[in-house]
C-alpha cells in the first residue's frame, strides 16, 4: 500500500514564474490538504481539498490555487513566483468522518521550491 | 499572539534523561491535539494524539490541561533516535490544523 506521494522532489524556478506540485493520497483517502512550511516554522495550511472542491482555506493569496481530480489526487498551483515562496510544500491525505471533521492526516515528502 | 505556542529549544538532552514539552493554544473551543515528530528535511509524522485524561504509548506520555490550555508530552529514557523536532498541533473548530512552530530535541551521548 503506497503512502501519499508527491512530485517533484526539488524544484528552482525564478521570481515570476508559475509552478505546478502534484501530490497522490495515501489508498482510500478521499481529503487532500497542502500546508507551506517555511525554513525553521511549523506547516501552514494553504487550503483542503474533498470531492473535487476547494473545502477550507488558510490565509494564502489568489496566487495558490489547486485542484482535485475523480481519482483524489491533487495539484498546488502558484503563479507569479515571489522570493518569500521558497519552502517545502507538504501534501498531507486524511478521510472525512462523521461530523465532517478528518481522520489522522499522513503526509508525503514533500517538494522544496527555491525561487531565485 | 500565535494560536499554538512552543519554546523552540533547542534541547540538549543527555541519553536516558527525562525531557518534557509544553505548548499552549489560544482557541479554547479546540477539540483534538497531536504531537507530531520531524526529522530534519523531513516529513511530519503523527507521534501521538492527546487525549482528555492522558495517554501513554511506551516511553511517550501525552497529557491535556484545558483549563491552562496547554499539552505537554514526556519521553522518558531518552535514545538517541529521539533527536527530532516535536510539532504541537491543534484541530481548530474550522477543521483546519493549526502547528506550532516545533521544539528541537537533541539526545546527546
Known amino acids: 500500500d503506497a503512502g501519499v506521494t508527491q512530485s517533484p522532489t526539488h524544484l528552482i524556478k525564478t521570481r515570476g514564474q508559475q509552478v505546478t506540485l502534484r501530490c497522490s493520497p495515501k489508498?482510500?483517502?478521499?481529503?487532500v490538504s497542502w500546508y507551506q512550511q517555511a525554513l525553521g516554522q511549523g506547516p501552514q495550511f494553504i487550503f483542503q481539498y474533498y470531492e473535487e472542491e476547494e473545502r477550507q482555506r488558510g490565509n494564502f493569496p489568489d496566487r495558490f490555487s489547486g485542484h482535485q481530480f475523480p481519482n483524489y489526487s491533487s495539484e498546488l498551483n502558484v503563479n507569479a513566483l515571489l522570493l518569500g515562496d521558497s519552502a517545502l510544500y507538504l501534501c498531507?491525505?486524511?478521510?472525512?468522518?462523521?461530523?465532517?471533521?478528518?481522520?489522522?492526516?499522513?503526509f508525503g515528502p514533500g517538494t522544496r521550491l527555491t525561487v531565485l | 499572539r500565535k494560536e499554538v505556542e512552543q519554546d523552540p529549544g533547542p534541547f540538549n538532552v543527555p541519553e536516558g534523561a527525562t525531557v518534557a514539552f509544553n505548548c499552549t493554544y489560544s482557541n479554547s473551543a479546540s477539540q483534538s491535539f497531536f504531537w507530531y515528530r520531524q526529522d530534519c528535511r523531513k516529513e511530519p509524522k503523527l507521534l501521538m494524539s492527546?487525549?482528555?485524561?492522558?495517554n501513554e504509548d511506551g516511553r511517550f506520555t501525552a497529557q491535556l490541561n484545558r483549563a491552562s490550555q496547554y499539552i505537554s508530552l514526556l519521553i522518558r529514557d531518552s535514545k538517541l533516535s529521539d533527536s527530532a523536532t516535536y510539532l504541537c498541533?491543534?484541530?481548530?473548530?474550522?477543521?483546519?490544523?493549526?502547528w506550532g512552530a516545533g521544539t528541537k530535541l537533541i539526545i546527546k551521548p
Open positions: 492527546v487525549y482528555s485524561s492522558g
Open positions: 498541533v491543534v484541530l481548530g473548530s474550522n477543521y483546519q490544523l493549526i
Open positions: 498531507a491525505s486524511s478521510r472525512i468522518i462523521a461530523g465532517g471533521s478528518t481522520d489522522t492526516q499522513y
Open positions: 489508498s482510500g483517502h478521499d481529503t
